[in-house]
């Protein structure tokens, strides 16, 4: 199923929710109209600052809560497509899902070298759970960008260095662009046109969304040169949508990857998704997990969420609640999913 604007009868949870959405709202993000600024401000790396993919100015918040499948708030321009920033890498995901439930990636366990040919080296023991986790150490460097010098992967914790695969988890931009890269080589077609065919068009996503990549990110297959799109927007790029099919995405993974009847994504691969990492338990595919409240301190642990740029723009799914929760541009967003959650009863 998919979500409804019609107006449901909770008022007894309505007032706190429309006191936090406009709290939210006063937590504006400030200076995302000059996007090269402020993007510029969060590459903290000083050896390789060049941004390489498109940017999108910001539009102002945004966000959609949705409550059993019905639509109970909606603030700024939901239509808009924005920059996703790092909740591309939850799409990325959910395309390696749709890889695998059709059979183009049977073994997740597999080492990515003996599924797909590419031009890079990555060594025999890296597999495609070591991608869709962020466990791979794998230190090279593809289009310009080494992936030691993302700093990200200090930031949240982990190494930019280079590790055994599987010993060490680290959030990477680089390394997801591999996963980008090894994809596009499995699908042997653009992303985006999966994305399109594989996902958003099942759910009634809008044609406004785009998935962009760096300037010179191609791969050749089959003797064509295929874009290349990118997992965040380190260096630019991403996944360009709207807050209002952000919430259809959402709402897939809340119905346990059915729509309408229709299965888009298998449960297994859903289950996968929101399984935690060995060496790190608040992550799994791609996906944030709050059971050890270590995402969001005050917000359930039964959340699990994508996010992006410092959480200005967060999807959030808790199960236990039926709910889905989409922000754009706002500040201290936890503060948020803290206060729709409180009023909402499990």
Not at 310 to 326: F, K, N, Q
Request: with cysteine; hydrophobic share 45%.
């Amino acid at each position: 199923m998919g979500p409804s604007r019609a107006s449901v009868n909770f008022a007894f949870t309505l007032p706190a929710i429309h006191d936090a959405v406009e709290r939210a709202e006063r937590r504006a993000t400030p200076g995302i109209e000059d996007i090269a600024r402020f993007h510029a401000a969060q590459v903290t790396d000083r050896a390789h600052r060049e941004v390489v993919g498109p940017l999108l100015p910001g539009g102002g918040p945004s966000g959609l809560v949705s409550f059993r499948g019905a639509v109970i708030a909606e603030w700024g321009d939901v239509d808009r497509p924005e920059m996703c920033f790092s909740v591309t890498k939850t799409v990325l995901s959910a395309v390696a899902g749709a890889a695998s439930d059709r059979g183009l990636l049977p073994d997740v366990h597999a080492p990515v070298e003996d599924t797909v040919d590419l031009p890079v080296r990555l060594g025999p023991d890296l597999t495609w759970r070591h991608l869709l986790q962020q466990t791979s150490g794998w230190a090279g460097e593809l289009w310009g960008k080494p992936a030691h010098v993302d700093a990200q992967s200090l930031r949240d914790g982990g190494s930019a260095a280079y590790a055994e695969p599987g010993a060490a988890w680290a959030y990477n931009d680089v390394r997801v662009n591999l996963l980008a890269l090894a994809l596009t080589a499995l699908w042997r077609r653009p992303l985006a046109e999966v994305a399109r065919t594989e996902l958003f068009d099942p759910i009634g996503a809008s044609p406004t969304w785009s998935w962009h990549g760096y300037r010179e990110a191609t791969i050749a297959v089959d003797g064509t040169e295929l874009s290349v799109v990118s997992g965040g927007a380190h260096w630019g790029g991403g996944l360009w949508m709207s807050t209002a099919d952000l919430l259809l995405l959402g709402e897939l993974f809340l119905e346990r990857g059915s729509w309408h009847g229709k299965q888009v994504l298998s449960t297994e691969w859903i289950d996968a998704s929101w399984r935690p990492c060995s060496v790190n338990p608040d992550y799994g595919y791609l996906w944030w997990l709050n059971d050890r409240l270590h995402v969001f301190a005050d917000a359930p642990a039964t959340g699990r969420c994508a996010r992006g740029c410092g959480d200005r723009h967060l999807l959030w799914v808790d199960p236990a609640r039926e709910l889905v929760i989409v922000s754009r541009w706002s500040d201290s967003v936890g503060l948020l999913v803290r206060d729709i959650s409180d009023a909402i009863p499990v």
